[in-house]
């Protein structure tokens, strides 16, 4: 079978809107490498969209779904419990931030653990209204387009959105939006826009996800938590992508001196299974009534005990540690690189959320076609790569912590040749 045929038969069968980067159909994958259905090889620096910190088919993951498919695959959780469930609730709240108790709750996607912590917040203080960011990302759901701060392609044909969304700019050094900038803003939409005493709460991804691996600054998030505080409004950390060693700690707002009220979590949750959560004090947590919560495949048990493996897998092979080494080996290539390619603007991130951005040479112009011409030679070579940012000028490096060193040194060596001949053909 060849690529042409299925790519075909796909744009008959599925609709525009459901788009794919690439035109590569997956045959087999193991770790960090995936060959499609014409036996090629490619090194998967996208990981599924940050879903697979542990890899493709981690050995202990496998192993956990197939002990749970000798027992039960579904019952739905809010009918007839189970066990595993309540275990991981306990780790997860075990190893979120903050010395108070806490309570989680699990769903199926990332969007539903968004609009699960948007209603949790609702029901908690009483007030309709929400902050989000410029450039954030929470989702496709009508409600989680609302919230992110990109038109392009997510808000396209789909409004009118949901009343009592308000956004304030995210911190962007490189585009001269200060820490400072952000806060003022805020206090500035209470005085144009919404009496904070109608807020239920502010959301943030503590690193931007599709907007760029833009890094909160600690005292941005300090100054959120202290707007919060004053005003009685619930801060709501969105680590669906950030969480689970990606950043280089368990949740990335444990790199600031700041404990939100509710965390949203979810794609390296269960390794590859779909699952998602919100963890949070438990007073909040407690808000809804019964059967306010929850979903019909809300917590599956297959997915549930691929999470038990992910939370072994992390603490095992010590992937907080190694988030970080990988993301400062990589960090230092392109680095080095600046001065042979100078539309490389900013080199950023923290722990293996890496992220190059490309401007026009001596501007802040994207330089977005420079971005997919790098993306289409590094697949020419084997290298899968996902671009990022409300310009598309950015590249983003998601590849699974547990990469052996050898496939990450090839895919290294791939990006430093890629960048260079891009850069050479253009002058």
């Known amino acids: 079978m060849k690529s042409a045929e299925i790519k075909s038969r796909k744009e008959a069968a599925t609709p525009r809107g459901q788009g794919t980067l690439y035109s590569v159909y997956a045959a087999r994958a ?24 542990t890899g ?16 039960f695959t579904h019952t739905c959780y809010g009918v007839v419990p189970y066990a595993s469930y309540v275990e991981l609730a306990e780790k997860i709240n075990h190893r979120s931030p903050g010395n108070f108790a806490k309570k989680a709750a699990f769903f199926t996607t990332g969007v539903e653990a968004v609009e699960n912590a948007i209603k949790i917040a609702r029901a908690s203080t009483g007030r309709p209204g929400v902050i989000a960011f410029t450039g954030g990302f929470h989702g496709r759901s009508l409600f989680a387009t609302a919230l992110t701060g990109m ?26 939006v200060s820490a400072a900038e952000s806060l003022r803003a805020i206090e500035f939409l209470f005085k144009t826009d919404i009496d904070p005493k109608c807020v239920a709460a502010i ?46 700690k368990f949740f990335a707002m444990q790199h600031h001196d700041v404990v939100p009220d509710l965390t949203t979590t979810g794609k390296s949750l269960a390794g590859g299974m779909p699952l998602s959560g919100v963890v949070g004090r438990a ?37 907080c540690q190694r988030a970080m080494a990988l993301g400062e080996r990589l960090k230092e290539r392109l680095t080095a690189l ?57 590249i983003r490096f998601l590849f699974p912590l547990t990469i052996e060193d050898r496939v990450f040194d090839e895919a290294l060596g791939i990006l430093d040749k890629v960048l260079k001949e891009t850069v050479d053909a253009t002058v």
């Open 203 to 248: 959301i943030l991804e503590p690193v931007q996800g599709d907007g760029g691996f833009y890094v909160a600054p600690t005292d941005f998030a300090r100054g959120l938590r202290k707007i919060c505080d004053e005003h009685s409004i619930l801060l709501i950390a969105d680590e669906v992508q950030t969480g689970f060693a990606r950043s280089g």
């Open 151 to 176: 038109v392009v392609p997510h808000k396209l044909a789909s409004g009118a959105f949901a009343p009592g969304v308000f956004h304030a700019p995210y911190p962007n050094a490189l585009h001269g």
């Open 283 to 319: 007073e909040i947590m407690d808000a809804l009534a019964p059967g306010g919560l929850g979903g019909t495949y809300a917590g599956n048990p297959l997915a549930i005990a691929a999470a038990h493996a992910v939370l072994d897998i992390i603490d095992e092979e010590r992937l």
């Open 56 to 71: 493709h088919r981690h050995p202990k993951i496998l192993a956990a779904i197939r002990e749970q498919l000798d027992r």
């Open 338 to 394: 600046k001065d042979h390619v100078p539309e490389i603007a900013e080199v950023r991130g923290l722990g293996a959320m890496i992220a190059v951005e490309f401007c026009r040479p001596g501007t802040r112009e994207p330089d977005a076609e420079l971005a997919r011409t790098v993306m289409t030679r590094a697949l020419e070579r084997g290298l899968l790569l996902l671009y990022a940012g409300v310009d598309r000028n950015i």
């Open 30 to 53: 193991e770790n960090a490498q995936l060959w499609d259905i014409e036996g090629r090889r490619f090194i998967d620096f996208v990981g599924g969209v940050a879903v697979l910190n």
